[in-house]
């Protein structure tokens, strides 16, 4: 089936063209969001609400763009808002934390408490820990286009930005990801 | 081989690698300052084989995921009719409700000024200057 008769069928709740869809793209978005987020649990979750999305408003689906294009978008906004989430929850609580540690006088500070703590199950890879490091919109394009292959006009589209920012994304990517492997591989070989 | 525990250029090559594509980086196996420099040397390896163990990153997802989404969806539509169907029966139990309420509770009395003037304990006649703000508190 075609690209554009599967949107149809899907259109027309075509359960069956549903899952033929899923099963080319799921693992796609899965890595992306993976990629961003550093968070398999939360990843699974994400890509489940990325194919709601995808199933419930196919209907706002313009065919200027590719479905491939579409679900990148959709994976990358997810992802990014999960992490925009993920920031203030960890703000609010070292807020309520402060105030907690106002009433209760206490200069003690556990390692649990420290903020930003990832509670559930992470990518252990180097570079994944170095992107966590970096801005999440030099992130995403650094990902989609050595994660992904994506060329600078398609990384443009998914991510509804020029070309230009693109490279300027990329490049500053790059310079700030070569400080922290350069600093991490430093410390590891001498 | 160099022995010096740094390399000015090891920063330059992480750029260049971090640019590369599957083909670059092989090609940069030969290059010429890797082959001398033991800092850079061990900074490619290593890079190399983060960089693979990186784009191999995927996640395995529930088998059942596409059937969740559709039953979810199925679940939604049904608990929509469900709720409308609710919704009528609420809404007319209530307009029968209202009826039998204004039939058979009694008629308030009318509330006159001094009705209200009584109850506060205060009479217009004896007065004047009846605190108008007190009821636009």
Known sequence: MEERELID?????DEKAFRTLMQQYDTMAGRVILRITSDKDETRDLVQEVFITVWEKIDNFREDASVSTWIYRLSVNKALNHLRWKKLRNSLRLTDRKTEEKLKSSPIRTNNDAPGKMEREEDENVLSKALSLIPANQRAAFILSKGEGLSNPEIAAILHISISAVESLNFRAKQSLSKILFSYYNDKFN | MSTANNC????KLLEKLLSADAEQRLSM?????LKQCAVCNKTFQAFVADFGTWQKTGIELPADLAEKIIGRQVEHHNGNKSNIVKGMAVAA????AGLFISHTLPQRPEISEQAIAIDYDLLFSADDTFPVEFFNE
């Not at chain 2, 139990?93 to 029968?96: C, F, L, N």
């Open chain 1, 9 to 13: 069928a899907i259109r027309k709740k």
């Open chain 2, 8 to 11: 000015q250029q090891t920063p």
């Open chain 2, 29 to 33: 196996q030969d290059d010429p300052h």
């Open chain 2, 93 to 96: 139990a209530a307009v029968v």
